[in-house]
């Protein structure tokens, strides 16, 4: 299972929360997943991406509505082999959607928008995983301080594998069709780290899918 894309967190009819992901990083790993003979769910948020050929895909625009696409599948039976989070879910959304379009007359010369923690889709796999079978990969798109944030986010979220990008750097931005990723990958109390240069997101995420295949569990293990 693959998620990609952003979230949109409504604030009326017309307007919404969001961020830049443009969901081409987790196209391409389901993409290439579904090339390796793979049975592919990909749980896209809105994004303008044809779905690859031979994976099933879910829509969801919301972080919500994201986590109720994700979250009954580790209780599947079996559950899924490999869970990759590749999607920039937001963390936050407004605590009230407004049921018509907010008028510019009406909201004063200070607006504000009061905001509520959406659900961690990331953490709340992390903690149901223990003793079953998803290995779970999450990503981290940061600005700053890279290695740092990934190792943290790594432990703190229970991942197996954490991809991590700066999102800041040339060509390895949000809609950009290149990217420059460093896998980490848990070894008990160790951390693996796989730098790769900068290369198109179709050969990243076979490099990507390099690294998780020795991980995932055996037919008939």
């Known amino acids: 299972m693959v998620t990609a894309g952003p979230t949109y967190e409504a604030i009326d009819p017309v307007r919404f929360i969001g961020n830049r992901s443009s969901g081409k990083m987790g196209f391409a790993l389901a993409e290439s997943a579904a090339r390796r003979g793979a049975q592919v769910t990909l749980v896209a948020g809105p994004v303008a991406l044809e779905t690859p ?52 007359q009406d909201l004063g010369t200070s607006p504000t928008i009061a905001l509520v923690e ?76 796989v730098p790769l240069p900068l290369m198109p997101k179709q050969e990243v995420a076979q490099h990507i899918w390099n690294q998780l295949l020795p991980l995932l569990p055996r037919p008939g293990s």
């Open 118 to 193: 959406n659900p961690d889709i990331l953490r709340a796999l992390g903690v149901a995983k223990q003793g079953i079978a998803p290995l779970l990969v999450g990503f981290a798109a940061e600005t700053q301080d890279l290695d740092a944030y990934a190792r943290r986010k790594l432990r703190e979220k229970g991942c197996d594998v954490l991809i991590a990008n700066n999102v800041a750097e040339a060509g390895s931005g949000f809609g950009s069709d290149t990217n420059r990723v460093t896998i980490l990958v848990r070894r008990g109390d160790d951390i693996d780290v």
């Open 53 to 104: 050929r031979g994976v099933t895909r879910k829509n969801v625009e919301s972080a919500r509505e994201m986590a109720q696409a994700v979250l009954p599948l580790v209780e599947q039976n079996p559950p899924p082999d490999c869970i990759v989070m590749a999607a920039a879910v937001a963390d936050h959304r407004p605590s009230e959607v407004s049921a018509h379009k907010r008028k510019k």
